[in-house]
């Protein structure tokens, strides 16, 4: 495997699960298991491709780890350091260093404040500079997103959508973090102006160092982005590779699921989908995950022990980990 | 170099102001209400200039011309004991807007504090306690609690203030709840909570600003509903005390002598009609300004 | 030579704002024959939803306002015919509306909607239909969109149902009026991909099956590849290019549809595109002519004028002077 640096962030186990609330339409109590046991890594030089649909938990995943919402169990490391239980004096040095670049552009920024604002408030908070050197370091800010200075007096109602993603992905670095969480950071906008966005981010992962937990449910775009692909079902990842490997021999079922459900735009790519595996049922909810493999009863190809038996993570090849019965004991 | 200068409030919002501007002048109704409204400031704030019988304000008595009817000397009349009804309106109006502002200003930085608080960590027991107090002073049927608070202390006008206040100072919690409860999930709440915002900052600079449009039409709506109220507490004694000239005390007065000398309650009565009325299509304005801002 | 099912000529919509007035749609023209399944592709603000909502007659006027051209459903002119036509029209036409989540009313059950509307668009065809028939057709048509238990679905609030159910239910209304042109406005985007998928083979079944008119809004090149015979490419309220599905996409010959299928990230690998530069139009001063002038690499001085539609083959039409004769 590619030597994508050290490891940056570790999470072993990390579980979020919400109480249900016991209410008269709950029979009992129960938990809402959004995250139920995610191990990975994610190194200096990675963009690790998080890829689920609704309900996967990966949107809650990214949220725990920018501490939006507590991890329920399992380990956090960040640059070496346990962070799971992090103390509130600790918080703010962290929140330095990991941010978050969130999904809708147009909700992102508030509408009542200018961009310049919104831009300020990280240097703030952080006491990065002071006065003067604040508003011409917030120019520059706008410079690598490619806005113009002119937009700091503007509100986001005057912004495009691309545009206001832009500033979002300023905000994120104003704090020159080590490490970036991007949530769906394009699925809100047109395809015209996504390539100028990715592009974007592609550039300052390079200039800036900046390892990225990409979080999206659109594949085709993590075969072109990615250095390595997880796909995420009802909390859990099921499979985990380098991004070539993993479009060239997709092993979980529901990876093939996946591919071959992808409305393409050229016969080439027809090619390169697997073969086509009809998806039947619904997604189910985290609510009621179902016993075993959480996938077994949309799986075309699932066996007896599937709907008992809950399949452990293996390695296929060094970095090509799946969660499949149909790949234990093939070691 | 533009980009360099730093445009005030005003400067930056020019575009929103006038489109705001034009659709508010689009509903004559709204225009009344602003027109009124400002006439009824300029005749409260230079009342001794421009009532043409201040001294009738005060303590005065003059039985020589006391009960006549309307004229060109006394428009509105004269009350039993001689003074000018039309001066003593206008002194009224200083009295009725006084009220208005100082409840107001009592009764708005708390409520919405307390909202936001509450909103913003709701789920948690100061949510609970503080709504829950909410609960207690708006479950109360407000004129009896005003009457209640406002006889148990000193009849006169900084009481029946005091009175009000307390029972108006929920609604603006609730209002503001309301809004910052459903605020706090939005993404650019979230996102300076990740930059490592302080919960006040989230609070008065992310979330408030984005309340001002409701609380500041809720604010226009209430000051016909305060001078309403005050005029009811002077009405059974509790306010405005005589001789000073309060609305309400003018019609509580006024009544003994209907329907002879109707123009000592039905002018004052006409008066409140009118103030209330004049911001009520204020707010409305207002309101439908704020409100609808997108297409 | 029978009527197209649908036919807009040269159709030009204004909005008339406080910040001036919008000239959104540049002379439009579309045509729908029977039994076709055409797509219209385009990005945010082309105007192809406002096409539709003009022809649906759920276009808010004001501040719309259509300044000239013609809409036509079988030869019927939609702009002059008598309000009793145009509602009989109107019934024989469908739309699936975006984002189930917010086209279905949260607070009535699903069988009460979806009985209401076999109720209105039995009345407007001049039948009757009481009580026990309404539930019996309601529930054909869940079953027939696919959902395995209607009785339970019927009973239930949207809120209850996934947002791929809540799809079919909306497939479910539009069908049981029994219309002969069904509008589909972005069917899918709201769906993970996997229920996107079966929506879409749903979708393509039933309109088979009853050999339907089917005219589908999308900006997702992807779904148009899947489900439509030939597809129209609109920028900016104008027309760039119209072609058989097939041909659209391996010929590419308008400059805008070049660059909008090489922007979409492939499977194949090849790299992100670096989009298509500028930004849309402002429609209060847009620019004369070609529209797509001011972020074409091609552009010339000709494209001041606006390009006619020149005719490739049959078919195909590319409203470009790259193509001039």
């Avoid at chain 1, 989908?273 to 949309?298: D, I, Q």
């Amino acid at each position: 495997m590619k030597d994508l640096g050290e490891a940056m962030l570790v999470l072993e186990q990390v579980k979020k699960y919400f109480p249900l609330p016991r209410g008269i339409f709950e029979r009992k109590g129960g938990y809402i298991k959004a995250v139920d046991g995610v191990t990975f890594s994610v190194h200096r030089e990675d963009i690790l491709g998080l890829v689920g649909e609704s309900g996967s938990g990966k949107s809650t995943l990214g949220y725990t780890l920018v501490r939006i919402y507590r991890p329920t169990a399992g380990k956090i490391s960040f640059l070496g350091e346990d962070i799971t239980r992090i103390n509130r004096g600790e918080l703010k040095g962290f929140k330095k260093k990991m941010q978050i670049v969130f999904q809708d552009p147009g909700s992102s920024l508030n509408p009542r404040r200018t961009i310049e604002q919104t831009l300020e408030l990280p240097l703030r908070v952080h006491s990065i500079d002071g006065g003067k050197e604040r508003r011409s370091r917030i120019r520059e800010l706008l410079s690598v997103v490619g806005l113009p200075g002119v937009y700091m007096q503007k509100y986001p109602s005057a912004l495009s959508g691309g545009q206001k993603q832009r500033v979002a992905i300023a905000r994120a670095l104003a704090t020159e973090p080590s490490f970036l969480i991007l949530d769906e950071p394009t699925s809100a906008l047109d395809v015209s102006v996504q390539g100028k966005i990715i592009s974007l981010l592609l550039v300052l992962h390079n200039e800036f160092d900046l390892p990225y937990l990409f979080i999206t449910h659109d594949l085709s775009l993590m075969r072109n982005v990615a250095t390595r692909v997880a796909i995420m079902y009802l909390g859990r990842i099921c499979e985990m590779a380098p991004t070539a490997e993993f479009f060239a021999e997709p092993l979980h079922p529901y990876t093939q699921m996946l591919l071959s459900s992808i409305p393409v735009v050229t016969d080439e790519e027809e090619t390169l989908k697997p073969k086509k595996v009809t998806s039947t049922g619904e997604v189910p909810s985290p609510v009621n995950v179902p016993p075993g493999c959480s996938f077994h009863p949309r799986c075309p190809v699932k066996m007896d022990i599937c709907s008992q038996i809950d399949p452990m993570m293996t390695a296929e090849t060094d970095a090509h980990h799946v969660r499949c019965h149909l790949y234990l004991g093939r070691d | 170099m533009e980009e360099n200068e730093y445009r005030g409030f005003l400067a930056r919002n020019r575009e929103r102001i006038g489109k705001g501007w034009h659709k508010f002048s689009r509903n004559p109704l709204s225009i009344v209400g602003l027109t009124a409204v400002l006439l009824i400031i300029f005749l409260a704030v230079f009342a001794p200039y421009i009532a043409p019988y201040p001294k009738h304000a005060g303590k005065f008595v003059d039985f020589a011309e006391a009960s006549q009817p309307p004229s060109w000397k006394h428009p509105f009349g004269t009350d039993v004991v001689g003074r000018d009804v039309l001066s003593r309106i206008l002194f009224g109006y200083r009295f009725s807007l006084v009220m208005a502002v100082i409840v107001l200003a009592l009764v708005v930085p708390p409520g919405v504090v307390l909202g936001l608080i509450a909103g913003y960590l709701k789920g948690k027991w100061i949510d609970t306690v503080i709504m829950r107090i909410t609960d207690i002073f708006l479950s109360i049927p407000p004129l009896v609690l005003a009457l209640a608070i406002a006889s148990v202390l000193t009849p006169n006008l900084f009481n029946s203030m005091i009175a009000v206040s307390l029972m108006w100072w929920p609604w603006y919690c609730r209002l503001v709840y309301g809004i910052t409860s459903s605020l706090r999930n939005e993404f650019f709440v979230q996102a300076a909570d990740v930059i490592g915002a302080g919960k006040g900052h989230i609070l008065l600079r992310e979330i408030l600003p984005n309340c001002i449009s409701p609380i500041s039409t809720k604010m226009s709506l209430d000051v016909g509903w305060v001078i309403l109220l005050g005029a009811a507490l002077s009405f059974v004694g509790l306010g405005v005390q005589p001789p000073k000239p309060g609305l309400g005390t003018m019609v509580s007065d006024g009544m003994k002598y209907l329907p002879d000398q109707w123009w000592t309650a039905v002018f004052p009565a006409i008066a409140i009609l009118i103030v209330v009325l004049a911001f009520n299509l204020l707010g409305d304005g207002l309101r439908d300004l704020l409100t609808a801002e997108e297409v | 030579m029978p009527f197209p099912i649908l036919e807009v000529r040269d159709l030009r919509i204004d909005f008339d704002m406080y910040e001036g007035t919008f000239k959104v749609l540049d002379g439009f023209s579309l045509v729908v024959e029977k039994g076709e399944k055409v797509g219209i592709v385009g990005e945010t603000g082309c105007g192809k939803s406002i096409t539709m909502q003009a022809v649906l007659g759920i276009l808010p006027m004001p501040p719309g306002r259509i300044s000239s051209g013609e809409m036509c459903f079988l030869g019927e002119n939609l702009l002059t015919v008598t309000p009793k036509a145009l509602k009989n029209i109107r019934s024989r036409i469908s739309l699936i509306p975006q984002d189930p989540s917010a086209s279905l009313n949260p607070v009535f059950k699903v069988g009460t909607q979806l009985t209401d509307v076999i109720k209105h668009s039995a009345s407007s065809r001049g039948q009757t239909a009481d009580a026990k028939e309404r539930r019996r057709l309601a529930l054909n048509a869940l079953r027939e969109v696919g959902l395995p238990d209607p009785e339970r679905n019927m009973n239930s609030y949207p809120i209850q149902l996934s947002g791929g159910m809540q799809q079919r239910i909306l497939i479910a209304m539009a069908l049981v009026t029994e219309p002969e042109l069904l509008v589909a406005d972005e069917p899918s985007t709201a769906l993970d991909v996997t229920i996107q998928d079966q929506i879409l083979r749903l979708m393509k079944e039933l309109v088979d099956k009853r050999q339907l008119t089917i005219v589908i809004i999308t900006h997702n090149l992807g779904v148009v590849r899947e489900l439509t015979d030939r597809t129209y490419v609109m920028y900016a309220g104008q027309l760039a290019e119209v072609a058989r599905t097939k041909h659209l996409f391996s010929e590419r010959k308008h400059p805008y549809t070049q660059g909008l299928i090489e922007s979409v990230p492939k499977l194949t690998g090849d790299g992100i595109s670096p989009g298509i530069e500028g930004m849309i139009p402002d429609y209060s001063n847009p620019p004369k002519g070609c529209r797509f002038r001011p972020r074409c690499e091609y552009a010339m001085a000709i494209c001041e004028e606006k390009p006619p539609d020149f005719v490739i083959e049959e078919e195909h039409k590319v409203a470009c002077f790259l193509y001039r004769q």
